[in-house]
């Protein structure tokens, strides 16, 4: 099991590299998160202790259940699932560093106001609907720079870039399209200057398609089956979170 996930590891890292120069990008601009949706924690603790350092979860549960396992060995925790406002509490206590699905102005009011309670900040992607399909989370491109506005008022929140899930497709020149949407925005709000904006990272791309994503200015990848091996059930159960 071990042996496995190492193989796989080195397998996703080369194939990081070798998109990123195809690409005449650098290498180290690219940051692999692993997805860590239903693994266990001593299968994570494997791809940790190999060098990784930034794991991501979809479900608040899975996080507390893990989190006393790994919170010694150094990394950073990412939320990428669709955020409820009554777990803000919860999350906040289990050292998430950045939340990669604010979608909707009401989720950013109540974690403001809980951060400002705790004396805390938080890093945090808007995380885009690039595929306008109904059964995603996110908020649609059209709308993303007024999200973006609205959130950036917020001192607590330090908006670092925006996130999106690709469309589940064989075919590559459809997922390219979602992520051509996610730069353009991108580049949309890069030119307002906005104060308390940042738009460094592109978190897209996971295991079947990070290659177009890199190609197309990803900055984060978030893999989990192609390093820990399949699910019991495909990416698109975890993540089609809104049917």
């Known amino acids: ?21 195809q690409s005449k990008r650098d290498p180290a601009e690219i940051r692999l998160l692993l997805a860590t949706k239903t693994v266990p924690a001593n ?91 109904e059964s995603k989370f996110g908020v649609s491109p059209d709308k993303a720079i007024d999200l973006v506005q609205e959130v950036a008022q917020f001192e607590t929140l330090q908006i670092k870039g925006l996130m999106t899930i690709g469309l589940f497709s064989a075919e590559t020149e459809k997922v390219r399209q979602c992520f051509r949407i996610l730069k353009q925005v991108q580049e949309q709000i890069k030119a307002l200057k906005l104060p308390n904006v940042e738009m460094k990272e592109l978190s897209m791309g996971m295991s079947g398609d990070l290659e177009t994503a890199i190609e197309e200015g990803a900055t984060i990848v978030r893999v989990g089956t192609a390093i820990f091996g399949q699910r019991i059930y495909p990416d698109s159960y975890y993540w089609n979170e809104n049917s």
Do not use: W
Not at 1 to 21: C, F, P, S, Y
């Open 43 to 133: 299968r994570i603790k494997v791809a940790l202790e190999a060098g990784q350092s930034v794991i991501g979860e979809n479900k608040v549960q899975e996080i507390k259940e893990k989190y006393l396992d790994l919170k010694a060995i150094p990394h950073t925790n990412h939320f990428i699932g669709h955020l409820q406002t009554n777990k803000i509490k919860d999350i906040l206590k289990y050292d998430i560093s950045c939340i990669q699905s604010l979608d909707r102005l009401d989720l950013a009011v109540k974690l403001h106001q809980r951060l400002l309670f705790e004396k805390k900040t938080m890093e945090v992607l808007i995380q885009v609907n690039t595929s306008m399909e």
């Open 1 to 21: 099991m071990e042996k496995q996930i190492l193989t796989n590891l080195e397998e996703i890292i080369d194939r990081i590299k070798k998109a990123a120069i």
